[in-house]
């Protein structure tokens, strides 16, 4: 099993050991050979950041190929879908068994996220140490 996630990109910012690499995320839709025919097809441009990069031998506009652990992927899915959606639920869950209305107990799921979403936002720069991406040039 492949333990990696790979995007072929082009750098397009360096500064000290960060480097901003703009992606290219193509749907499986987009890389089919009737995709101009289709309105189905979808890319999108991505710029992803890769912080204490080995930048010695990289310059702006050269083509790399940027690679992540799976495992990140799987996690931040987890963060910002499984994770709101179990606290939403359990909220609803409990403010409908207290009040018996169902109104407050949907306002009260919903505005939950606010605060969870409120300390993902501080933790940023801990997920950003976490979630790392490598950098290699394309030969």
């Known amino acids: 099993m492949n333990d990696k996630i790979a995007h072929s990109g082009v750098i397009e910012r360096i500064e000290g050991d960060h480097v901003q690499v703009r992606i290219v995320q193509t749907s499986a ?3 089919c050979k009737v995709a101009g025919y289709c309105s189905a097809a979808e890319s999108k441009e991505k710029l992803v950041d890769v912080l204490h990069a080995d930048v010695r031998h990289l310059k702006v506009g050269d083509p790399v190929v940027v690679t992540a652990p799976s495992r990140i992927a799987t996690q931040a899915l987890l963060w910002a879908f499984g994770v709101p959606f179990i606290v939403m639920v359990a909220v609803l ?4 068994s207290l009040t018996h209305h ?6 009260s799921g919903l505005l939950a996220l ?5 300390v993902l936002y501080l933790l940023r720069g801990r997920m950003a140490r976490q979630f790392t991406f490598s950098i290699q040039p394309t030969n």
């Open 114 to 118: 606010l605060p969870y979403y409120g």
């Open 102 to 107: 169902e109104g407050l107990a949907a306002l």
């Open 29 to 31: 839709c987009a890389a």
């Open 93 to 96: 869950v409990i403010v409908q």
